[in-house]
């Protein structure tokens, strides 16, 4: 075995970071689906609402606390993927849309859906780099 392998061996096994928190009935892959496939406004939107389950998720509002480093827009579009690749575990429990307003001297906004009614960040310390 070589150094490498070694250390993918030494590192522990990731647990799920959500098993305390209660089931919910809203399926989030479902509302994920029509998401993607189906009309926002009309379809999708609706969907979330009749079926959002308030007890077991919660729904944040974010917006991007440095507006003055979003200068160029290819960057911010970096930022904004980066960001997505380096939460990208808690794809499965949760869902993630960000907008970026304007070009240039921008601003980014997101809204977010956990399972559970704290934030998901403090769960895990993969998630807690910018927290």
Known sequence: MDEYEQVLVAEPIAKDPFPHLPR????LDKFKLKY???ELLSLALPY???HFDKDSRSLRYSEYCFPE???QTFMICN???GMFQWLDKLRKNSFASAILFET???SISGVWVFQ?????F???PDWQVDY
């Open 24 to 27: 919910s009935t809203f399926v």
């Open 36 to 38: 993607c496939n189906k």
């Open 48 to 50: 979330f609402w009749e």
């Open 69 to 71: 480093e979003l200068t």
């Open 79 to 81: 930022l904004i993927t």
């Open 104 to 106: 240039n001297r921008s």
């Open 116 to 120: 559970g009614q704290e934030l998901a």
């Open 122 to 124: 403090p769960l895990t």
